[in-house]
Structure formats: structure tokens, C-alpha cells
């Protein structure tokens, strides 16, 4: 499938989406939303995808935020149902993916870039890295869950001094306060990023869905985290992999997922 906005290939079960408006700084425009809507729902059907990864193009941005020239002339309804469109369509999608998706980030990831970061379930930075939540700097709050997702990663004061004050903080800050997984050099953030990837492709990939799911039931307000572990466990037991993983275990081998 060919996208204006998206380079977007699988190489080994990884799929990579590259956002790819490098002059715009990879700014987030309502095409390049529909079309990672798009790709995330191949790469999800993809059977021969086992995790995503999503970058950004060039070496200045991950993604510089949602595109504010699209954002400048809409009313507060617009306003409201751009952000739940887009949190439809990546945000939310990404957060209730079947397979783990990292967020390689290179550069700036700001507003709707460092939520995009965050909707992923782990975050590999570039030492070159600044990210910031500057959206009061523009009259805005953050709509694509930036103010519920930074709560949750970095806690409630660290979040509220971010989006507050709208600052930015340097790669090595990030790590620190738990935004970023991994820090390393620009050139090394492929590298880094496969090497978190096979830590993960080592397991077993339908206890891996179950696991996703009873995590963000624990954050959803309309489920009971308790409850979602318990049943994902349960289904484990009907699942190939676990019959692989425990005669791997009893057989004295390693399991082959
Ligand atoms: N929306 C739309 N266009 C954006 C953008 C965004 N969020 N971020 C950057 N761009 C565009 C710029 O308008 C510029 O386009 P132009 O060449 O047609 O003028 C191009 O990308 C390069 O950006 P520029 O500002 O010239 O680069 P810089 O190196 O001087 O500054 C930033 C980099 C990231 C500090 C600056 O672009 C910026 O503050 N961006 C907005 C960040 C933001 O507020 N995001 C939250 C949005 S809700």
C-alpha cells in the first residue's frame, strides 16, 4: 500500500511506520492520521507481524505535535470531535493494539507527538530528544489523552509541571522520570529498539495479547484490572503457546514462539 504521509514496511515480524512529512516536522495533519489508522489495521491483521514499531523521519522530529494549521480555524465542536476522531483512529487504537508497539523517537516529540509516544507501550529516545506538552502556549489543553496517559507514566506533579508550564525536557530528564524505556545516540536507536524488540519476540505472543489487555483494563475506569488478569489468565490455558512453553520448560528447551 502506497501513503503520502507513511513509509511504512515489515522486515522479520517488525512492522516500522514512518511518519514521514519531515518539513512539517512530522506534524500530525487529518491524512496522516487516517492513514496510520490504515497501516495500524494491515499490520494488526498481518500475521507475520509480531510488533510495531512507529518513527519519524528525518533526524529533527518524532512527531512536533498535531498540525496546528489545521487546528487554527475550528469551533469548539470541531475541536472536540477532531480530537475524538483522531484518539478513534491512532490514540485509543494504538493503546488497545494486539501486539506491543515501541515508539522509536528521534528529535522533537511534542503535544500530539509525545502522545503518540505515550499511546505506544514502550518508548526508546535518541539522546537528541526534547519533548514537551506546549499546547496552553497555544490556547489549547492536550485532546489526544496526554493529560490521563503523563499522569499515569511520570505521576501526577511531574505531569502537572510539564503541562503547565508547556517545557521541554531533554532525553536523559525523560528517562529519568520514566517517559523513556531507553536513551541512546541517534545512531544507535535502531540498534536499541531491535534489541528490545527480540527481548520481546522471545516470548509467547498470544500471552503477550492477554497481558496488553489486563494492563490497560487496570487503567480503564469502566473495568476492573483484577478481574481482566484473572480471565486473561484462564485463557492462556487454551492457547498453543502455552502448551509450547511448558513442555519447552519440562522437555528442557527452549520454547520456539
Ligand atoms: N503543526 C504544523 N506545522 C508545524 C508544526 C505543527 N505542530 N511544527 C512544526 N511545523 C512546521 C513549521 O510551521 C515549519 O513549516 P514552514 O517551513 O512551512 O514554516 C516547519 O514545520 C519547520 O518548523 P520550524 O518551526 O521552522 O522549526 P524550528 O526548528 O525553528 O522549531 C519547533 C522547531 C518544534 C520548536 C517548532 O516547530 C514548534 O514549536 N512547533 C510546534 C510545536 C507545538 O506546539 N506542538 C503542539 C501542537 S498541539
Known amino acids: 500500500m502506497k501513503y503520502k504521509t507513511l513509509k511504512v514496511n515489515v522486515q522479520k515480524r517488525l512492522g516500522w511506520i514512518t511518519i514521514n512529512r519531515p ?28 510488533l510495531l514499531v512507529i518513527r519519524g523521519a528525518g533526524d529533527t522530529a518524532f512527531v512536533a505535535g498535531a498540525d ?12 472536540a470531535a477532531f480530537a475524538q476522531q483522531g484518539n478513534q483512529q491512532v490514540f485509543d487504537y494504538i493503546e488497545h493494539y494486539n501486539k506491543p508497539v515501541i515508539a522509536a523517537v528521534n528529535g522533537y516529540a511534542l503535544g500530539g507527538g509525545l502522545e503518540l509516544a505515550m499511546a505506544c507501550h514502550l518508548r526508546v ?8 506538552m506546549p499546547e496552553t502556549s497555544l490556547g489549547l489543553i492536550p485532546g489526544y ?19 503547565l508550564t508547556g517545557d521541554m525536557i531533554d532525553a536523559q530528564r525523560a528517562y529519568e522520570i520514566g517517559l523513556a524505556n531507553a536513551v541512546c545516540s541517534p545512531k544507535e536507536l535502531d540498534t536499541k529498539v531491535l534489541e528490545l524488540a527480540a527481548a520481546i519476540l522471545k516470548n509467547a505472543p498470544e500471552a503477550q495479547q492477554q497481558l496488553l489487555a489486563a494492563v490497560r483494563a487496570g487503567y480503564d475506569p469502566q473495568t476492573d484490572g483484577y478481574i481482566a488478569e484473572n ?27
Open 231 to 257: 480471565e486473561g489468565f484462564g485463557a492462556c490455558f487454551e492457547t498453543d503457546n502455552f502448551r509450547q512453553g511448558t513442555s519447552a520448560f519440562l522437555q528442557k528447551r527452549k520454547p520456539k514462539f
Open 23 to 50: 518539513k512539517k516536522l512530522n506534524a500530525l495533519n487529518r491524512e496522516t492520521l487516517s492513514e496510520l489508522h490504515h497501516a495500524l489495521a494491515i499490520l494488526e491483521e498481518d500475521n507475520k507481524v509480531r
Open 125 to 132: 529516545f535518541a539522546d537528541t530528544t526534547k519533548v514537551g
Open 145 to 163: 489523552g496526554g493529560t490521563q496517559r503523563l499522569p499515569q507514566l511520570v505521576g501526577r506533579g511531574r505531569a502537572m509541571e510539564l503541562l
Open 68 to 79: 496546528i494549521r489545521e487546528l487554527a480555524e475550528l469551533s469548539p465542536d470541531e475541536g
